[in-house]
């Protein structure tokens, strides 16, 4: 038996085989193209030389490509360019950890001078919200995933991305690095009360672990949180919300936490 369409409310639905859920031809489309991969918390400590100071915890959602999010601005838009390559616009099928890991090598051949950390590609390709605990590797030694329903569409509520500029082209994040132990501590540690704060969903406690990752970027790597972004942080947001961090480094998207609307912000939805 082959799916039918028929339009209900304005919109066409395929009406699939008994016991199959009902998708509108939109929605199908939307659930076969490629996601995007956002980092709530916690991000740098999937780089070995950050994790093998001190270990910590990486935080990340995978999200629905409910629009072309703007390039080179930390929603992982470069491995996803690398997955869409390998597989097409559409999500892959078959086990999340091996797509990860072929994403992973394939965009980091060998002899490549910067390896893209491996939150990009179990963001992109792990369903609903993940926890990643690095020890020193390029891999994460413990990957912890929520896919229940009500937590990401909670998460979802909460987290709104308000669009700033992209990084500049020759932005180069490592030129100014001080890898203090206590402070590569402070970063993982973000990200374990990030992970805590979702499974409670606990909206203060979510926001200052945004916060206090961004704020240990600016101590561990000075170039990654420009003056412009502390500014507009100080500003526009801390006193008004939880918290609130940059999608990438040097720029991106502003992402704040709030069960308060954010005038100007997008929202996101978390793929489970």
Known sequence: MKNKKVLVRGRYELIPEPGLPV????G????MRFPYRLCIAGGWVDQP???EIHPGSVVVAQIWPTMDFNDRSGLATSSRSVGIKLWGDRYPDGDHQQNARLLFGAENPPGKEYISGSQD???LLYPGISRLDYNGKYWPEKIESIVDAETCNWLSDVIHLVPLEPRPNDYNPLKIMNLEKTIVKELGEAGERCWDAIIKKDIAMLGKSMTDTLLSWKKMLP???PDWVMKELETKYLPYYPGAITSGCGGGYMMIASDKAVPGSIKIKVRY
């Open 121 to 123: 590609h179990i963001g």
């Open 223 to 225: 170039l990654t949180v």
């Open 23 to 26: 998708r509108s031809s939109s």
């Open 49 to 51: 030389w950050v994790s």
């Open 28 to 31: 199908t489309r939307r659930d």
